[in-house]
């Protein structure tokens, strides 16, 4: 397990000396697509800023990609829940205590607050992906979520 461990960190630290600005766009738009990652996604924004702290790349090119790749990601999770998020809650809520009544609330909630709750949201781990899907199934527009996910992603 830990050699896997050690492998993956050698070719992650090769990917990103070789290509930083790709691999971090890959990586970061990877997993705010809901895809999980061998490594945290935070551990990828840390070796970014490693990186640009020693000088093999931009810090405000590493900031821009960042951004756009996790709004990007954000994206493309919003709209797949969409077409699939609805049924899946509807067959696997109940695994995780979510009543009609509690998705009701929950839906609710994101609505009235929903730039707000998304961009402060985005700061609680785990919630990036959970709250991708909340607003699309409690129907926040597109322009409005976009707009909170890159503010957050920018900071």
Do not use: C, K
């Not at 090769?14 to 290509?19: E, H, W």
């Not at 697509?33 to 800023?49: C, K, R, W, Y």
């Not at 077409?83 to 109940?94: A, K, M, N």
């Amino acid at each position: 397990m830990f050699g896997f461990l050690q492998a993956l960190g050698d070719v992650l630290l090769a990917l990103f000396a070789a290509n930083p600005y790709p691999a971090l766009a890959l990586l970061i738009g990877i997993e705010e697509s809901g895809l999980p990652l061998p490594i945290p996604g935070d551990l990828v924004l840390v070796h970014a800023g490693a990186q640009a702290s020693l000088g093999a790349a931009s810090p405000v090119v590493l900031g821009a990609v960042g951004a756009a790749a996790a709004t990007l990601g954000a994206s493309v999770l919003y709209w797949l829940a969409r077409w699939f998020g609805r049924p899946l809650i509807d067959r696997f809520g109940g695994l995780l205590r979510l009543t009609p009544e509690r998705r009701a609330r929950v839906e609710r909630w994101v609505q009235d607050r929903a730039v707000l709750a998304i961009a402060g949201g985005r700061f609680i781990p785990g919630m990036r992906v959970v709250l991708s899907v909340a607003a699309r199934l409690a129907r926040v527009p597109f322009a409005r979520f976009v707009a909170a996910v890159a503010i957050a992603a920018s900071l």
